[in-house]
């Protein structure tokens, strides 16, 4: 659905985006991953004819943003970063006028402001001035905007940026539920976010295209090495941590072993591994030889966020690259 | 055209939502109004004293107050002007609704096109009162209308080519009142660039004085359709739009 190829945009002094190429297939979700300044506003607005490439292709369905700009417009809904409304102009006025200027014939409009209000829930602000709306209205103002003229890509910028949680929550809702009959692009720099709307992440950083992935894989891709959480209980008397741990070094393939929390007579341990090499046979046969209790044997995952500083943050570029 | 329509009405509701529209049109109707007020009576203190002196001369309506007014209004809408144009692109660049136009469907001309027809439309309707000033003329008198309509095609096309002109200026900033001030400098200047022709002959002075937009007006007020001042308003129209669709285009590029 949306084609982008060693897409590079400068400006006069620094360079916004650089390089950057990814696909996106039709009906997903994607989340759109950066640091403030990263370049996700500079890309979207290349995606929605708004900006044009200083080098490479974007494409979206087949039609290039420089070459067919109206058509690619067709086919987008936008919702920028501050939700373009007219403070002046009633909301039904101003979805009139959005459905206008994105080619909704006047026979058919009324039911298509009518829909998209009850799917954004703005049913009951249609006469209000835009102005007068508060920021989560507003937000859902220019949602309605977007998906106006039902479009096949939606871009949205920060769209739950301003809001408070509940609307964030709301927010998400009505964005999955978009999911399926549109391909979505939705940018964040919060993490939680994309984790549990989206099912493919692009994260990029000072405007370099860092990974793009679905966000399992990258979870499981970046785990350099492989944790795993180990609660042992002592079958009688009191545990000694430093006895366990000393066993659980033992175990070939271990790397580190770290103290956790205790509770009386439990007591957690992190046991990192080398990649690749499955250890969680031996560290059960280890603790119930030594005759301890094993309570709890699971692996962690990393979580996004701890990806994300992992890819970002400058001294863990190279490892990404090399991860990559 | 079907989305110059659009885009025309919608910046039309917003002219007359706000007060901006009443606030010019009353300005507008006060001062054009003092202006008749004073060309009226100059006229009839004249006719008077003629009498008076025994000539019983019949006066001209149209040249004793009609081309005085039209005049008069043709400077006062160098005034209007900025005010008109100021908001049309600056508003939507701060307040980042340009996205959305810019993102919708439709060509940068057609956005032009729209905002420009609308302020035309606009200047028009403030026009427009002066009308009924000289209607009265037509209820006491019998003025002919035919130098009159051409006096109001001049006023329109000279106010065109001033909009055309703030409206390209009004893409450079975000700032209204800059651009609202910008504008203005640049009527005024479009307004004396042909004073120094009272002093200079060389072809510097008689070019400048040829880019003085109200030089080209005077023909309209005498009532007289001369197709050489109608082509200059209207290659500064297209000049004044094709600066803005460039100004549009540069935006893309640098923002």
């Known amino acids: ?324 | 055209m079907k989305n110059v329509w659009i885009i025309c009405r919608k910046e039309l509701k917003s002219y007359f939502v706000s007060p901006i529209a009443y606030g010019l049109m009353a300005f507008f109707a006060a001062i054009s109004g003092y202006f008749f007020y004073i060309a009226t009576a100059i006229f009839v203190t004249r006719g008077i004293e003629s009498q008076m002196m025994g000539r019983g001369m019949p006066m001209d309506l149209n040249e004793w107050i009609v081309r005085p007014l039209l005049m008069n209004v043709s400077v006062i809408g160098l005034f209007l002007i900025p005010m008109i144009t100021m908001r049309l692109f600056a508003e939507e660049k701060r307040s980042g609704t340009i996205e959305l136009l810019a993102t919708s469907p439709v060509r940068d001309m057609e956005i032009i096109l729209g905002k420009w027809f609308a302020a035309l439309v606009m200047y028009a309707c403030i026009l427009g009162i002066s009308l009924l000033n000289l209607s009265l003329l037509f209820v006491y008198g019998k003025p002919d209308w035919k130098p009159i309509l051409i006096g109001y095609l001049g006023l329109l096309l000279q106010g065109g080519c001033l909009l055309a002109i703030g409206t390209f200026i009004s893409t450079t900033t975000r700032n209204q009142i800059i651009a609202g001030v910008a504008t203005f400098a640049v009527c005024l200047l479009l307004w004396v660039f042909d004073w120094v022709t009272a002093y200079e002959m060389a072809t510097w002075a008689k070019v400048m004085g040829y880019m003085s937009v109200v030089t080209h007006f005077e023909t309209f007020a005498k009532g007289v359709l001369d197709s050489k001042d109608v082509i200059f308003y209207l290659s500064m129209i297209f000049f004044g739009l094709f600066l803005t669709s460039r100004s549009m285009e540069s935006l893309r590029w640098r923002s």
């Open chain 1, 1 to 324: 659905m949306i084609k982008v190829e060693g897409l590079t945009k400068r400006y006069a002094r620094t360079v916004a985006v650089d390089d950057i190429s990814f696909e996106i297939a039709k009906g997903q979700i994607v989340g759109f991953l950066g640091p403030n300044g990263a370049g996700k506003t500079t890309t979207m607005r290349v995606l929605t004819c708004f900006l044009p490439p200083s080098a490479g292709t974007a494409k979206v369905a087949g039609f290039d943003v420089l070459k067919n700009p109206i058509e690619v417009k067709r086919r987008i809904g936008y919702l920028p970063e501050t939700p373009p409304v007219y403070p002046e102009m009633e909301v039904d006025e101003y979805l009139t006028f959005v459905g206008r200027l994105k080619g909704i014939g006047k026979g058919e409009l009324p039911k298509r402001i009518s829909e998209v209000c009850e799917r954004c829930a703005i049913g009951d602000v249609r006469k209000r001035l835009v102005g007068k709306l508060s920021k989560g209205y507003r937000q859902r103002v220019g949602l309605a905007q977007a998906i106006m003229h039902n479009p096949d890509v939606l871009i949205l910028d920060e769209p739950t940026a301003g809001l408070d949680p509940k609307q964030i929550i709301e927010t998400r809702e009505l964005i999955k539920g978009l999911a399926g009959s549109h391909t979505i692009i939705l940018s964040t720099h919060i993490l939680p976010e994309v984790e549990q709307t989206c099912e493919q992440v692009i994260i990029i950083a000072k405007g370099r295209l860092v990974a793009t992935d679905s966000v399992s894989n990258l979870t499981n891709r970046l785990r350099g090495s492989e944790t795993v959480a180990v609660e042992v209980e002592a079958r009688d008397g009191v545990l000694d941590p430093v006895a366990v741990r000393q066993r659980l070094e033992k175990v070939p393939g271990v790397s580190r072993v770290l103290v956790k929390d205790a509770h009386d007579k439990r007591q957690g341990f992190e046991v990192e591994s080398l990649k690749g090499c499955s250890v969680r046979p031996e560290l059960a046969r280890a603790v119930v030889e030594a005759g301890w209790n094993l309570n709890e044997l699971r692996p962690m995952a990393l979580s996004l966020e701890e990806i994300f500083l992992q890819l970002t943050s400058p001294e863990q570029e190279a490892a990404a690259g090399g991860a990559k």
